[in-house]
């Protein structure tokens, strides 16, 4: 998770809403990403997808099996429609996305929905820590 926070940080850098993620498999970072949408003038560039890219090509397979997702936000319904089609094996997220987040809290995706994968997933891991960048970054442009 640290890793991803310090992809967040990249975010804020860009002036872009501070989401990091990175994709592990094998205890080695195989993708990294953050948040892109308004550099890359791509609505789909939030850091799980570019974490996924980075790691598909790495692997130069579209699939994911065994690898573990570690995100700074909970993810939003595009970010884990993408999770599952990659097949990841687990979800790592820090904080709650109160907004858009689809995995515990406007829609419980994983559990709702019949789905050809399923996902292990842990939550709040240095929630603090996530949320802290999160918030910041919004009083700030307030």
């Known amino acids: 998770m640290e890793a991803a926070l310090e992809q967040a940080k990249l975010a804020v850098f ?15 970072i195989i993708g ?10 791509d609505p789909t560039a939030h850091a799980e997808i570019v974490a ?4 598909c090509a790495h692997t130069n397979n579209y699939r994911l099996p065994g ?3 570690y995100v700074t936000l909970e993810p939003c319904l595009m970010c884990i429609g993408s999770l599952i089609h990659a ?3 687990r979800l790592v997220y820090g904080a709650a996305e109160p907004k858009t987040g689809a995995v515990e809290s406007t829609c419980r995706t994983l559990d709702d929905l019949p ?5 292990k997933v842990s939550t709040r891991v240095l929630e603090t820590e996530c949320k802290c960048l999160v918030q910041t970054f919004f009083k700030a442009r307030r």
């Not at 860009?14 to 080695?28: I, L």
């Open 87 to 89: 097949r990841v094996y």
């Open 52 to 55: 996924l890219r980075a790691a």
């Open 67 to 69: 690898a573990t997702v």
């Open 14 to 28: 860009a002036d872009e809403v501070p989401v990091g993620a990175v994709v592990v498999y094998d205890d080695e």
């Open 115 to 119: 789905h050809n994968h399923a996902m």
């Open 32 to 41: 990294r990403g953050y948040n892109q949408p308004r550099m890359l003038a």
